[in-house]
């Protein structure tokens, strides 16, 4: 095949552009079946990365030197893939209480928490929330292991813990809901049927699909306990590493002293479990993974319906410019030069195709951002690979319609009816 020059390949492109301009219905229409497979492929793509981003700033905000000590039995399924553990004995209140004690003399900073009632609904006055609000239990040092910022007011002091009074802190969105105006501190709210007198307000720390901080109503620890909490409660111990070198050495500290309060024998198998936040967003973005590769998958096929569909209207479009065809090969027009006009027709409609559902894809994936209250993403590989699969679907799609409009005779081109 000869060497084209380049005012020959600028030619073609500009004849190319031409015949989209005279057929701009079909550029457009055309373009669109591109767009939906562009869409499908950078929009999942992009949900995914904000999924993962939120998890990960979810996650991160419990501190990378926090690690917590409970009973096991969770379950992370997504899809065929997950993880089950064997159920273990619960952690009553007593055991925390001694766990938390002996890493505190040890010099760690312990905290204890649970949420002890889910699915309540808060009151004040005619206001109240949906049915969807935790009722967490905390004791002193729970701020400090969960990263929570108090905006109003405080937290409990160690006379509302140690008498277990009926005060209460709330979350950014109980509070927004209940005090619109604001003025929540001092108001006497109901969980259920029970009062509690308002000392606090958190900060708000966003919520996601997977969990959030901000729909809960916060209680003191031994309040909670006796008001919500049942035989088979089971309690969660947060501990703080001094440092992200000493997390290894802090786990082995606390698995020793949980054994000791447990009263293992030696040799006997852990009967609890101790997670590390960075752990559990390592098996949630691994499980995404596996998400990520169906959606890419599922968008793939998409896109390849829409090569076809492209490569079967640019084999019509040759169809009907037989007679334009046989009339520039008449004048001089060589085959490699009919290839590069309708190759660049179909590159350039399968790329104007392909930025329209980058932005229209980026538009849903950031969607999901919003709707998560996440920072939005914008994954310059994701988009960059949109292209390159634009500019891909083009050439495949056609060249087989190029090299047959090449190939017409052009006498019998002219001849055409």
């Known amino acids: 095949m000869a060497r084209l020059s380049t005012p020959v390949l600028r030619e073609a492109v500009r004849i190319a552009f031409q015949s ?6 079909r550029a457009v229409l055309t373009a669109l079946i591109i767009a939906i497979g562009i869409t499908a492929l950078v929009g999942m793509l992009t949900a995914t990365s904000v999924m993962e981003g939120s998890i990960t700033q979810q996650f991160s905000r419990m501190g990378a030197t926090t690690f917590t000590i409970q009973q096991g039995g969770m379950q992370i399924q997504i899809g065929r893939r997950g993880i089950k553990e064997k159920p ?9 209480l001694q766990l938390r004690d002996r890493m505190t003399k040890m010099g760690y900073v312990a905290s204890i928490g649970d949420n002890v009632a889910g699915a309540m609904e808060v009151q004040y006055e005619g206001l109240k929330t949906n049915p969807n ?5 905390s004791d002193a040092n729970y701020p400090v292991t969960q990263g929570l910022t108090i905006a109003e007011g405080r937290f409990f002091s160690a006379a509302d813990q140690n008498e277990a009074r009926s005060v209460a802190v709330l979350g950014s969105d109980v509070a927004g809901k209940l005090f619109p105006e604001g003025g929540a501190l001092g108001r006497i709210i109901r969980v259920g049927s029970k009062p509690y007198t308002v000392v606090g307000v958190t900060e708000p720390k966003g919520s996601s699909s997977f969990m959030s901080s901000d729909q809960v109503v ?20 947060s501990v703080m590493a001094p440092s992200p070198q000493e997390l290894e ?6 698995t020793s002293v949980m054994r000791s309060v447990r009263r293992l024998k030696p040799g006997a198998e852990d009967n609890f479990n101790i997670r590390r936040s960075d752990s559990i967003s390592a098996l949630l973005l691994e499980s995404l993974s596996s998400v990520n590769a169906g959606a890419a998958l599922i968008a793939l096929i998409t896109l390849l319906g829409a090569s076809i569909a492209l490569m079967n209207i640019m084999l019509v479009s040759v169809t009907e410019r037989t007679r334009e ?12 030069v009919i290839v590069v006009q309708f190759l660049a027709e179909a590159i350039v409609v399968s790329v104007m195709g392909g930025i329209a559902g980058i932005i229209m ?22 988009m960059l690979l949109a292209l390159v ?11 087989y319609p190029a090299k047959k409009a090449a190939a017409l005779d052009p006498i019998e081109a002219l001849r055409y009816e």
Not at 389 to 399: E, L
């Open 88 to 96: 273990q004995p619960s952690i009553p209140l007593l055991q925390a």
């Open 133 to 137: 609000v935790n009722v967490t239990a």
């Open 20 to 25: 989209l301009r005279s057929q701009m219905l």
């Open 325 to 336: 065809i046989g009339t520039r090969k008449a004048l001089g027009a060589s085959s490699q």
């Open 218 to 237: 916060y209680l003191p620890l031994r309040t909670a306990h006796l008001e919500f909490a049942d035989p088979s409660s089971s309690y969660v111990i």
């Open 389 to 399: 699969v634009s500019i891909v679907v083009g050439v495949v799609s056609g060249w």
């Open 249 to 254: 050495a802090s786990i082995a500290s606390a």
């Open 361 to 382: 894809g980026l538009a849903v994936g950031n969607g999901l951002a919003y709707a998560l209250d996440a920072q939005a993403v914008f994954p310059l590989k994701w």
